[in-house]
């Protein structure tokens, strides 16, 4: 059985939507971040830097959640074009996410939510995620999907942060969030693939969080 190990975060939720749109048969394993267990040494040996998620197939282990989505992608032959500009605007994207969105609104929030409060610090990262919003938004209005008219793992990798970053800015700044019709459109339609609504309901499950 394929196992992979994840959290509910918007990069343990990436793998998730990937395995459920391939639909490919997994196990889903918890690993409590929150108890610090991405540090126990058997899932060190699994990922050697210690963070989630990280998928097991064929006893070969993959780590990093965008190398897991082009292994899983490249594997299956899906939701990432053979050749040409599509497959290169995908692999833009992905990039994009993983050097761009991903860490700059997770390092917003870090700091936003710390005891203590760096202004230098919170504003950098926020001015920072809200460009990065922007470009996305841009791209959004111009294409249906990142790579343009196909559904792609680009968008599966950075419609988790995409949405739950925006959540979170609407309780910080509230009206002062800019509008973003083309990111709004893309979330909604994200919202409505039934791989998805089942991929989300899967780790909600098997991962309870405090509320509040």
């Not at 639909?23 to 058997?42: G, K, M, R, W």
């Not at 899983?72 to 833009?92: C, D, I, K, M, W």
């Not at 610090?121 to 938004?137: F, P, T």
């Not at 790579?147 to 950075?158: K, P, Q, R």
């Amino acid at each position: 059985m394929n196992k992979l190990y994840t959290w509910n975060t918007p990069n343990g939720q990436k793998p998730v939507i990937a395995l459920e749109e391939m639909a490919i048969s997994y196990e889903l394993v918890p690993v409590d971040i929150t108890n610090e267990a991405q540090f126990d040494p058997a899932f060190i040996r699994i990922n050697p830097n210690g963070k989630i998620p990280a998928y097991v197939e064929n006893e070969l282990a993959i780590f990093e959640s965008g190398a897991i989505l082009q292994y899983l992608a490249e594997t299956r032959g899906a939701f990432l074009p053979e050749s040409g500009p599509e497959r290169v605007q995908t692999l833009s994207w992905c990039y994009w996410q993983v050097g761009g969105l991903g860490p700059m609104i997770g390092q917003w929030g870090h700091f936003a939510w710390a005891d203590e409060k760096i202004p230098y610090a919170i504003n950098r990262y926020l001015d920072e995620s809200l460009r990065l919003y922007k470009v996305l938004d841009t791209r959004l209005n111009d294409a249906r999907f990142l790579a343009g008219d196909t559904y792609t793992i680009a968008d599966m990798m950075s419609y988790p942060w995409a949405k739950g970053g925006l959540n979170y800015l609407k309780q910080s700044i509230g009206d002062d969030l800019p509008d973003l019709p083309g990111v709004s459109r893309w979330i909604e339609e994200i919202d409505g693939r039934p791989a998805v609504a089942r991929a989300m309901d899967r780790i909600e499950t098997a991962v309870k969080l405090p509320q509040g």
